[in-house]
């Protein structure tokens, strides 16, 4: 059911939705309450906080036209009630992506340069000892 949820959602704001403000947004997930009566669908958005405020007041403004596409996909007794809450799940994933590639990277070419020195040292032990 979230799944139908989240789908719906998508689909209405890329292809229904004309609201400017409804705009850069990705819809990751939903989760529906078990008397399927409340859903919280899960956004983000590129662009900066005054950019998330915005959408979220267009999604607001969209929920009775996004419950009307639900009802008419879902075809069950009660339509969940929805409800928008930022993700920035995606944004902080990327932005520890960044710091550990910012903390592993000179370390990887600092050992990466100290391997070659062992190597060139290796090879020329082998060479000290051929020659005995």
């Known amino acids: 059911m979230a799944q139908a949820v989240r789908e719906v959602v998508a689909?209405?704001?890329?292809?229904?939705?004309?609201?400017?403000?409804?705009?850069?947004?990705?819809?990751l997930s939903a989760e529906v309450s078990p008397d399927l009566r409340h859903a919280k669908v899960f956004f983000t958005v590129t662009g900066d906080q005054r950019e998330q405020k915005r959408v979220m007041h267009g999604l607001q403004s969209a929920r009775g036209f996004l419950q009307s596409k639900i009802a008419a996909r879902l075809q069950t007794r009660v339509t969940p009630e929805l409800r928008f809450e930022f993700d920035d799940s995606a944004k902080r994933t990327a932005d520890l992506l960044r710091l550990i590639e910012s903390t592993v990277s000179p370390e990887e070419s600092e050992s990466g340069s100290q391997t070659d020195s062992d190597a060139a040292a290796a090879d020329s032990d082998d060479a000290e000892d051929t020659d005995d």
């Open 11 to 27: 689909n209405a704001i890329l292809h229904d939705v004309h609201d400017p403000r409804v705009r850069n947004v990705t819809i």
